[in-house]
């Protein structure tokens, strides 16, 4: 059985928990594969990684719902006492419960002979952390819940995942931790966190964004031999990003010079806030842009000049800025770090978006986006890419942050629509959309939770989308291969430097070099 690390080197597809369910039966049956013995297989992936994972643990608490996650539960059960480990289980609900291959599941396990196993059945949460403490397993597997879970944990497991959580006992997660929701990755409650999950068939979409990152622990795969024919029966607009977008990355030939690459021009650092547009000009800088103006706030020019004169500054004011040759020259535009939301932030951002040229819109851009009511009839349509983080996410829709973190999937492929933009929802696991495929960036860590990561992360896209091969022609620029190869090495260069030195006290300057040795293929 094969069970891997997941790591995606390449594009793979993920799948909503509806697509799985409908779809693994009847893939299974074009490989000849009834569903016990897939069950049968799943237990066997879990117990194989346990094995290996722990080598030298043989204490095993199995607690178990009553569907099929139940039913993987007691094929790991039965595996471990056939292997001599000491074992006990705890059914979180009537015997009576248990239906078709996880009733023949729990036959199996108790139709062993001479084998010293507890069953204790806990119904109410009040037993369960007695229970844990008293057998003080080395290793839990989670098989309360499967990836049909939805709403909140029940009150009267509270008790019991709380137990789970805080003993100290490795916990495995079968298919999906207990409470988290398959499709969004949300956590209404309570849910278990795991040190490890094994996920099977497919890759749930809602194990990889948002707070599934707090729950899943090592993510594991096992396909069950069924992984590539799910894959070329059933259809997804979900895509896991891997490192083949780096085929996106720039080359430049012997005889490039700065005009061939162009002017970048980033808009922002209002009074107070000089750091985000000069973090977001340094990282366009450092991915290749040749040129780059900053338009500024009078008071932010000596900042955000100091110690990097290749920097051009240029007028503050809406006024001199329309009649400025670099701001008529500008290829792209970086609209918002830093900019404010007064009357000096308004009429910068009306001059610029009245350009037809592509634009990277951030923060505080994204937040005077919100309030305005912009025509999207014009030619620049599509050449727009907007990073909203949760709340500016919220404020682009009109809704709360919590309805943004309940669907990421749906809210970055509404924005992309509403405003006709590639979008990035940032956070973890941050999310591409074109308002019709998303794609689900898999690097980064949270060291990156430090100011400035999204202004860095603005002028990574922007200097990227300037050296596309179509450079020239600012009507075939592609946005979303650019956008997709930035996300991933913004994140990749925050990956690199907590192997290297940890995540905390990361700083979004510390990106800038690790960077500019990516964009020159340099790891």
Not at 67 to 83: H, I, T
Not at 295 to 308: D, E, F, K, P
Not at 438 to 444: D, K, P
Request: proline share 3%; with cysteine; hydrophobic share 45%.
């Amino acid at each position: 059985m094969n069970v891997k690390l997941f790591e995606a080197s390449l594009p793979q597809a993920a799948f909503s928990a509806k697509q799985v369910l409908e779809n693994e039966a009847k893939v299974a049956s074009l490989q000849n594969i009834d569903m016990y013995s897939l069950m049968k297989s799943a237990g066997s992936a879990i117990f194989q990684h346990m094995q290996k994972e722990y080598p030298s643990y043989k204490k095993l608490l199995v607690v178990c719902g009553k569907g099929n996650n139940a039913g993987d539960g007691f094929v790991v059960a039965r595996l471990a006492l056939q292997a001599n480990w000491q074992v006990q289980l705890i059914q979180t609900e009537a015997l009576e419960a248990l239906k078709g291959d996880a009733k023949q599941a729990y036959a199996d396990l108790i139709a062993l002979e001479n084998i010293p196993y507890n069953i204790g059945i806990i119904n109410r949460g009040s037993e369960s952390s007695a229970e844990i403490n008293a057998f003080n397993p080395d290793i839990i597997v989670d098989a309360i819940f499967g990836i049909g879970f939805k709403g909140s944990m029940p009150a009267e497991l509270h008790e019991l995942v709380l137990a789970m959580n805080k003993h100290a006992a490795a916990i495995v997660s079968v298919d999906i931790p207990s409470g988290l929701c398959a499709n969004t990755g949300v956590i209404t409650s309570f849910a278990v966190i795991a040190d490890t999950t094994v996920t099977f068939i497919a890759i749930k979409q809602g194990l990889l964004t948002g707070q599934a990152a707090n729950y899943i622990g090592k993510l594991y795969f096992a396909d069950l031999i069924l992984g590539n024919s799910f894959n070329q029966q059933v259809t997804s607009k979900v895509i896991i990003e891997g490192s083949k977008v780096l085929q996106y990355l720039p080359v430049r030939a012997a005889a490039s010079h700065k005009g061939n690459i162009g002017l970048l021009m980033a808009v922002g650092g209002n009074q107070g806030f000089a750091g985000a547009i000069r973090l977001a000009a340094e990282g366009a800088l450092r991915c290749g842009a040749a040129l780059v103006s900053v338009c500024c706030h009078q008071q932010s020019t000596l900042l955000v000049a100091n110690g990097r004169p290749e920097l051009m500054i240029a007028p503050s004011h809406t006024e001199l800025l329309s009649h400025a040759p670099a701001f008529a020259k500008a290829k792209l535009y970086i609209l918002g770090p830093g900019l404010g939301k007064d009357s000096w932030a308004e009429s910068l951002f009306d001059l610029v978006l009245k350009q037809n040229k592509p634009c990277v819109i951030d923060a505080d851009g994204l937040q005077l986006l919100a309030r305005k009511k912009i025509s999207f009839s014009s030619a620049h349509e599509r050449q727009w890419v907007c990073t909203p983080h949760p709340g500016e996410a919220a404020a682009l829709l009109a809704c709360s942050v919590a309805e943004i973190e309940q669907d990421r999937f749906a809210a970055v492929k509404q924005i992309a629509k509403q405003f006709h933009c590639i979008c990035v929802l940032k956070g973890s696991g941050s999310l591409i959309s074109d308002g019709e495929t998303v794609w689900i960036n898999n690097t980064g860590n949270s060291g990156m939770a430090s100011g400035g990561m999204g202004d860095v992360l603005s002028g990574v896209i922007g200097a990227l989308l300037m050296q596309t091969k179509h450079q020239n022609n600012i009507e075939s620029v592609d946005l979303i291969n650019a956008t997709r190869l930035a996300v991933y090495i913004h994140g990749k260069a925050a990956d690199i430097i907590a192997q290297n030195h940890g995540k905390i006290g990361m700083l979004a300057g510390d990106l800038l070099p690790i960077l500019w040795q990516l964009v020159n293929h340099k790891t």
